[in-house]
C-alpha cells in the first residue's frame, strides 16, 4: 500500500532532551516536508526537501533540524525541544518536485513538558 | 506577505444538500490550489487540485472553481453525507519557483441528519 509513515504517533517529553520524529514513504516520491498543526493556524511548513542531501527552510524553521540521506526518509529533529513545540506535525511527500499534490502521514502528536 | 484563508471557520449542511466551502487567496501569482480534507485524528487526505490555466475541475461529487479575477476558490460536495463530516483545507502554490504550499486556517464541515 502506498503510503506515508510517521513514528512515533504520540510522543510526550520534557524541555531540552533531543528528540527524532521518522518519516518514510514508500512511493518513490521526490519531494518531502514537515508541517506542524495547531488550533487556528492550518499547517505550518517546517522544512522541505526536494530531493536527496537537498532541503530548506520552510515559515517555522526555528528549533528544528532535518536530513534527506535517502529517498524514502525525512527525520524530523528537534535538539532541545520546547513547550512551544508542543503541536501536531505532518510528514508528507509529492512525486513532483514543485510541491504539488502531496499525501500525507498520520500526524505525530508531541507534547513537550 | 501573502496568505489564504477561508470566508467562514464552520458550515452546518443538511444530508442529502449540496455544500460550498469557500477560499480567498490574495497572491495573483499563484499557479495551482488544492483542496484537502481531514477527519478527526488522521492526516489530511486529498480531495482535487486545479491550475489557474482552468477555472473548472470535476472529481467524483466535488467540484473545484476557481475565479482568478476576485482570487476564490471554491469546493463544492454534491449531496453531501455524514462522511463528509470534517475539516477543509484549500492550500496554493506560489507560481514556478516557489517549492511549497500555503494552508488556509481551515473550515469545519458539520453534516446534519
Known amino acids: 500500500e502506498a503510503q506515508v509513515t510517521q513514528n512515533p504517533r504520540y510522543l510526550i517529553t520534557v524541555t531540552g532532551k533531543k528528540l527524532t520524529v521518522t518519516c518514510s514513504q514508500n512511493?518513490?516520491?521526490?519531494?518531502m516536508s514537515w508541517y506542524r498543526q495547531d488550533p487556528g493556524l492550518g499547517l505550518r511548513q517546517i522544512y522541505y526537501s526536494m530531493n536527496v542531501e537537498v532541503t530548506d527552510k520552510g515559515d517555522v524553521p526555528e528549533g528544528y533540524k532535518v536530513s534527506r540521506k535517502e529517498k524514502r526518509n525525512f527525520p524530523l529533529i528537534l535538539e532541545s525541544p520546547s513547550p512551544n513545540q508542543t503541536s501536531l506535525y505532518f510528514c508528507?511527500?509529492?512525486?513532483?518536485?514543485?510541491?504539488?499534490?502531496?499525501?500525507f502521514g498520520p500526524g505525530t502528536r508531541l507534547l513537550v513538558l | 506577505g501573502e496568505s489564504v484563508g477561508l470566508h467562514l471557520p464552520t458550515l452546518s449542511v443538511q444530508e442529502g444538500d449540496n455544500s460550498i466551502i469557500n477560499c480567498a487567496y490574495s497572491n495573483s501569482a499563484s499557479d495551482y490550489f488544492i483542496w484537502y480534507k481531514q477527519e478527526s485524528g488522521k492526516g489530511p487526505q486529498f480531495i482535487i487540485d486545479i491550475r489557474s490555466n482552468m477555472d473548472k475541475r470535476q472529481g467524483q461529487r466535488v467540484t473545484v472553481l476557481l475565479n482568478k479575477t476576485v482570487k476564490h476558490l471554491s469546493l463544492q460536495i454534491a449531496a453531501t453525507q455524514p462522511g463528509d463530516s470534517a475539516v477543509y483545507f484549500c492550500?496554493?502554490?506560489?507560481?514556478?519557483?516557489?517549492?511549497?504550499?500555503?494552508f488556509g486556517a481551515g473550515t469545519t464541515v458539520t453534516v446534519r441528519a
Open positions: 508528507a511527500s509529492s512525486l513532483s518536485r514543485t510541491a504539488e499534490t502531496q499525501y
Open positions: 512511493m518513490n516520491h521526490e519531494y
Open positions: 492550500a496554493e502554490k506560489g507560481g514556478s519557483n516557489d517549492y511549497k504550499l500555503s
